[in-house]
């Protein structure tokens, strides 16, 4: 019965967060947002002590039921291993936990958190992780089935499902995500939860307390009859039939040991208590020494490019479509929220939410190594429309802190910069001014071109003071391939 009830909860919260990520519309993340804040890593980066003690305290109660139930990355996994279940039953073995492997990356985890190194905590942070395949994998399909949907419904005159653009995000980040489906899905059709215990923080910290748990699965000994049933059938490899000892440090609590054992002779009760015969309780696996060794050690991927929009020759023309190319910035450009490039770079863990979220296409995952997956802003799909601030409401780690449409309206990310060499006023001698009559704030103005002279063509000038790097001007610009105006970010954002 608890296992029944263990996986109708997985089902569920997965189900729930992978359409947090593919919900383009932004209906559900009101009813199901609270599902992104709730995960361990979000929480401890946003300072979220309320978060993080309840769900130490859910695993000091009942042991590593974050990682069964909660964790997306984790019932992943699960469901690898019940199709790899298919092709051979019983499969599993004890194995000695693999210590030193699991406190070095914890030592890399936390050495690089500390110090701001992002790369290794976007890598192994399992809620990003699974946002990234989500993201990148998933949300394209679902795209595409949305849109054939939105066609069916325009020619039966329905207003049903509308069309949605469909755009590879990044390339870089891509990669990563089919990587991490591979190697993840690879491993737990194989063995299980091998990943969650040799290699996620996570796990490996909430092992540390569900040692300690109320709650644990027992083994009777003079009900065991060593079959071995439980060994061969728990994906954590952590119960060692021979000697009726279980690993509570690696256990997540799946239940599945209680189901397959035909003699009764596992329970998962409270440690002092006991039902008809008395039961041998066996603590975990005695502490290995390489536990307290923290090697620190780097790692790099290949800087990948990122895919070009289309737009429009002139505002409101009709001629070929051209492509603009994506403007190389001398500081990137972070949303409104994130107070500072650096406060969003060390509390980001690319879960890839925001990027999901942002319904003008704005967001993407930056391709520099630096900052490799983290959202930045660029101008070829849309702009950033001072009314919205989704991306503030949906961030669960901090790094974009919510923010009202007034504050985000006077806050000031970046500034336009013109560029004479691109503008069509003085390349192809056409009237334009889209910068100044699309932006919002008034920041731009036409003046002529040659002073005193009325007659001459009108080129903008940017009151810096009053521009706050929504991109509308980059974005509307017509010039290709590159905008005659763009955005220069700031490393502080700053109130106009």
Not at 225 to 252: F, G
Not at 341 to 370: I, M, Y
Not at 410 to 418: E, K, L, P
Request: charged fraction near 15%; aromatic fraction near 8%; include cysteine.
């Amino acid at each position: 019965m608890l296992r029944k009830i263990r996986i109708a909860v997985a089902v569920l919260v997965l189900t729930c967060i992978t359409l947090l990520f593919l919900d383009f519309t932004g209906t559900l993340h009101p009813y199901l947002g609270w599902l992104a804040k709730i995960q361990f890593l979000p929480a401890l980066l946003a300072v979220n002590v309320v978060v993080v003690g309840i769900l130490l305290l859910i695993t000091l109660l009942f042991g590593r039921i974050y990682c069964s139930v909660i964790c997306p990355l984790g019932i992943m996994q699960d469901v690898f291993a019940w199709f790899g279940k298919k092709t051979k039953r019983n499969r599993y073995h004890y194995s000695r936990a693999h210590s030193a492997l699991r406190y070095v990356i914890l030592g890399l985890f936390v050495v690089a958190l500390i110090a701001g190194i992002h790369l290794p905590v976007v890598l192994l942070a399992p809620y990003s992780a699974y946002g990234r395949i989500v993201t990148h994998l998933l949300a394209p399909v679902y795209g595409w089935v949305n849109n054939l949907l939105a066609l069916w419904a325009e020619h039966a005159n329905s207003y049903l499902f509308y069309e949605t653009d469909v755009w590879l995000k990044g390339v870089s980040t891509l990669i990563v995500a089919i990587a991490t489906l591979l190697i993840v899905g690879a491993w737990a059709w194989k063995s299980g939860r091998g990943y969650c215990n040799s290699i996620c923080p996570v796990g490996t910290i909430l092992g540390f307390v569900a040692r300690y748990s109320l709650f644990k699965p027992v083994i009777d000994t003079e009900k065991c009859n060593n079959c071995k049933l439980c060994t061969r059938n728990c994906k954590a490899a952590c119960i060692n039939a021979e000697a009726h000892q279980i690993d509570y440090s690696r256990c997540v609590v799946c239940m599945d040991c209680l189901g397959k054992c035909h003699q009764g002779a596992i329970s998962y009760r409270p440690v002092g208590w006991s039902a008809g015969k008395k039961a041998t309780i066996h603590s975990s696996a005695p502490t290995d020494e390489s536990r307290r060794k923290f090697i620190g050690t780097g790692a790099l991927l290949t800087v990948g490019g990122m895919v070009h929009a289309q737009q429009k020759k002139v505002d409101g023309g009709l001629a070929t479509i051209e492509k603009k190319e994506i403007i190389k910035r001398n500081t990137p450009i972070v949303p409104a929220g994130a107070g500072s490039l650096r406060h969003f770079t060390q509390h980001c863990t690319a879960c890839q939410l925001c990027v999901a979220e942002c319904p003008n296409g704005v967001l993407r995952p930056s391709s520099d190594l630096s900052r490799l997956m983290q959202p930045e802003m660029s101008y070829e799909r849309g702009y950033c429309r001072p009314e919205c601030n989704r991306c503030s409401e949906v961030c669960p780690a901090g790094a974009i802190r919510p923010i009202s449409v007034e504050e985000k309206s006077s806050t000031q990310i970046g500034h336009a910069v013109w560029v004479k060499e691109n503008c069509v006023v003085l390349t192809d001698g056409v009237k334009c001014g889209n910068c100044a009559r699309h932006c919002p704030t008034g920041a731009i103005q036409m003046v002529a071109s040659v002073a005193g002279d009325d007659k001459s063509p009108q080129i903008p000038v940017v009151d810096t003071e009053k521009c706050i790097g929504c991109g509308a001007c980059e974005n509307l610009c017509p010039a290709r391939p590159f905008s005659a105006i763009y955005v220069e970010g700031h490393l502080m954002h700053k109130t106009v």
